[in-house]
């Protein structure tokens, strides 16, 4: 089975701050990794597709980076409505959708 | 704009079937390159995907919940539904519907219009 692992589990920032998530895929996926960021009570909400293109309306301060197992997210400079959850979702082992246990990220 | 709306029961007992419902409006249900998904959330933890269904009324489910879950469509009223058989505690969770949008030839795809969720306990 397809495992994605996230890290940090946690992570304290100020705004500002360059920060950078990591998602590990348990096999190879190529560039097929999404990552979405969630607030609370709220649905998530697409950032980035195939590991480095940016979904329309999204800042630029997001990017992502990666191919095969390793990936991440970066937050070139914080800002006060980045504190959310974040997950990565591999798109490879169609049908099945696996998403990553999430990034909380909370002000420092 | 398209846009998604969950409908349902937010209490159901342990032993029944959960019945939601995803309304999609603000576009076509049945044209264009997508796919239209379950996925759920219990509280404070990760997403779980449930299963999808193609627009032509064919579904996939996560081996998980394959035996219980039964995704289907009616195009009429611009729906799809999910049945979740057998329910314990521990389906438990915000439920949300999603479109998957495909990206061609490269065969990658992302969820990009989400519902808002709805949140389902099971508890007699």
């Known amino acids: 089975d397809m495992q994605m692992t996230q890290s940090p589990s946690s992570l304290s920032a100020s705004v500002g701050d360059r920060v950078t998530i990591t998602c590990r895929a348990s096999?190879?996926?190529?560039?097929?990794l999404n990552w979405y960021q969630q607030k609370p009570g709220k649905a998530p909400n697409l950032l980035i597709y195939a590991a480095t293109r940016l979904h329309s309306g999204v800042p630029s301060r997001f990017s992502g980076s990666g191919s095969g197992t390793d990936f991440t997210l970066t937050i070139s400079s914080l800002q006060p409505e980045d504190f959310a959850t974040y997950f990565c979702q591999e798109s490879y082992t169609f049908p099945s959708i696996t998403f990553g246990q999430g990034t909380r990220l909370d002000i420092k | 704009q398209v846009q998604l709306q969950e409908s349902g029961p937010g209490l159901v007992k342990p032993s029944q079937t959960l019945s939601l419902t995803c309304t999609v409006s603000g576009g076509s249900f049945t044209t264009g390159d997508y796919d239209w998904t379950w996925i759920r959330q219990p509280a404070g933890k990760a997403l779980e995907y449930i299963g999808r269904l193609y627009t032509s009324g064919n579904s996939k489910y996560n081996p998980s919940l394959e035996s219980r879950a039964t995704i289907s469509i009616d195009t009429s009223k611009n729906q799809f539904s999910l049945k979740l058989s057998s329910v314990t505690a521990a389906d438990t969770a915000v439920y949300f519907c999603?479109?998957?949008?495909?990206?061609?030839?490269?065969?990658?795809?992302?969820?990009?219009?989400w519902g808002k969720g709805t949140t389902v306990t099971v508890s007699s």
């Open positions: 096999q190879t996926i190529s560039i097929n």
């Open positions: 999603a479109r998957n949008k495909w990206v061609r030839p490269e065969g990658y795809y992302y969820m990009d219009v």
